[in-house]
Nanobody, 116 residues
Framework: QVQLVESGGGLAQAGGSLRLSCAAS????????IAWYRQTQGKQRELVAV???????SYADSVKGRFTISRDYAKNMGFLQMNSLKPEDTAVYFC??????????WGQGTQVTVSS
């Protein structure tokens, strides 16, 4: 069983930056993909960025060039650096760790609010 704890959310002004962290415990996530999703009220959770076990990254079009996903294998952590924030980035951000198609885990989410 893997436990995930996100941190780093909060309030930022448009154009500002935040860095989200996802700390995994209970097992190593070295062989898992780490992803960040976000969700606003009344909408489906959407994939923001993912980094594979091998370090390959991909991003939603809406965040390309502004967000950077990374991971620290030794610390068993994932990160999402968010720059040039926009009000439309306001959402609850969730960390997801996926080992295979039937085994994944979610964090509790962290609120990000961007003011204009």
């Amino acid at each position: 069983q893997v436990q995930l704890v996100e941190s780093g959310g909060g309030l930022a002004q448009a154009g500002g930056s935040l860095r989200l962290s996802c700390a995994a415990s209970g097992a190593s996530v070295t062989n898992a993909a780490i992803a960040w999703y976000r969700q606003t009220q009344g909408k489906q959770r959407e994939l923001v960025a993912v980094i594979t076990s091998g370090g390959t990254t991909s991003y939603a079009d809406s965040v390309k060039g502004r967000f950077t996903i990374s991971r620290d294998y030794a610390k068993n952590m994932g990160f999402l650096q968010m720059n040039s924030l926009k009000p439309e980035d306001t959402a609850v951000y969730f960390c997801n760790v996926k080992f295979n198609w039937f085994t994944d885990y979610w964090g509790q989410g962290t609120q990000v609010t961007v003011s204009s």
